[in-house]
């Protein structure tokens, strides 16, 4: 019989597989999400990425019938600056009333809402990058912790470790059920993740390429023609470490650096959130500051987000097997 991974993630989940596909700004919709969690992961809608509270509504309202009353989750970015987390508590009250009960929360602690989400039985998993914000979002109360590793497309914050490492760490320090992310991207990092003490993985960079992403056909054919080399990190001298595409507005925002310029207002152009959106729209992917980590690598070809799913199962199966025969008291065993 093929082997299944049920962890304390796919109980608090309620999903087959412990794989959690993180918020993707501009990206995350009802149509990618639905997919994901059709496919029997948990997704998350990233309410920034829609210009206004209906537009946000629109999109619950549209994955709860693509996922037929299936649990699915939000993002909640909370930000460093209190003026950007004004809209919080209005995304959480639509996400509640939409029956929404799974929130992957982000960046800065989300102590503040966590008494109104769990008041209404929602599971939070709060995404760190470093051991000691996951131990402090255990004290806080989350329910679980999703630590990503420094080659996390998007924020590695200031964490140089690897996902493996901070696995190896969490897995001494911390009591909630935690996922690893950060260059996940086939399915043996599954079964490595689980052996280490993880409950699950979370997968961002390696989902672009599912055909319910709605970027551009461009992007996504040259996102399969990538390495483990074509992303790379800028904003590091501001202490926002960000992994994107190594692309020329990266470029750019590296020069900028190493001519040592600290004024931001040098740098607002080439990394203003707007400036991804069109190049996913456009598939011109030279500008824009576009969130890529090397799991990328892993993808070569465009297909439906459910392929990725099973295969990335199939192979953490076959990781399972080939593990077992290296005891020579398996039946299998050579
Ligand atoms: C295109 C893209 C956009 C992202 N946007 C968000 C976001 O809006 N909020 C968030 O919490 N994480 C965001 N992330 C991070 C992912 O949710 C996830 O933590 C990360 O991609 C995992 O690392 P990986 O890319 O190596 O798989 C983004 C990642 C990518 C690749």
Not at 62 to 74: A, H, K, L, Y
Not at 117 to 132: D, M, N, P, S, Y
Request: a negative charge; one cysteine or more.
């Amino acid at each position: 019989m093929q082997a299944r991974f049920q962890t304390r993630i796919t109980e608090l989940f309620g999903i087959e597989h412990p794989l959690l596909c993180g918020g993707l700004m501009w990206l995350a919709d009802a149509r990618y999400v639905g997919a994901v969690v059709n496919a029997g992961a948990m997704g998350f809608i990233t309410p920034r990425s829609f210009p206004d509270l209906d537009a946000f509504r629109a999109q619950l309202a549209d994955c709860q019938e693509i996922t037929c009353g299936r649990p699915f989750g939000v993002n909640l970015y909370i930000s460093g600056q209190a003026n950007q987390n004004d809209r919080v508590d209005a995304w959480i009250e639509a996400s509640l009333g939409a029956g929404v009960r799974h929130f992957e929360t982000a960046g800065f602690s989300p102590s503040r809402w966590l008494p109104r989400l769990q008041a209404e039985g929602a599971v939070v998993i709060h995404k760190c990058t470093t051991i000691r914000h996951a131990l402090r979002a255990e004290r806080d109360g989350v329910d679980a912790v999703a630590l990503v590793g420094h080659e996390c497309g998007g924020h590695p914050g200031t964490n140089t470790l690897s996902a493996a490492t901070l696995g190896s760490l969490a897995a001494e320090q911390l009591r909630v059920p935690f996922v690893l992310g950060g260059g996940m991207g086939t399915g043996s990092q599954l079964v490595s993740a689980l052996s280490l003490g993880a409950d699950g993985v979370l997968l961002g960079s390696r989902m672009l390429v599912s055909e319910e992403i709605w970027a551009h056909e461009n992007y996504k054919n040259h996102l399969v023609d990538l390495d483990a080399s074509s992303t790379t990190t800028v904003l590091s001298t501001f202490g926002k470490t960000y992994r994107c595409l190594d692309n020329e507005a990266a470029r750019r925002v590296r020069d900028l650096e190493a001519q040592g310029i600290s004024d931001f207002d040098a740098y607002r152009d080439l990394v203003r959130g707007e400036a991804a959106r069109t190049a996913y729209e456009t598939g011109d992917w030279s500008h824009g500051i576009l969130s890529l980590g090397p799991a990328i690598s892993f993808a070569d070809t465009v297909e439906p987000a459910a392929d990725i799913i099973q295969r990335f199962i199939h192979q953490a199966q076959h990781a399972t097997e080939r593990v077992g025969h290296l005891n020579p008291t398996h039946p299998g065993a050579r």
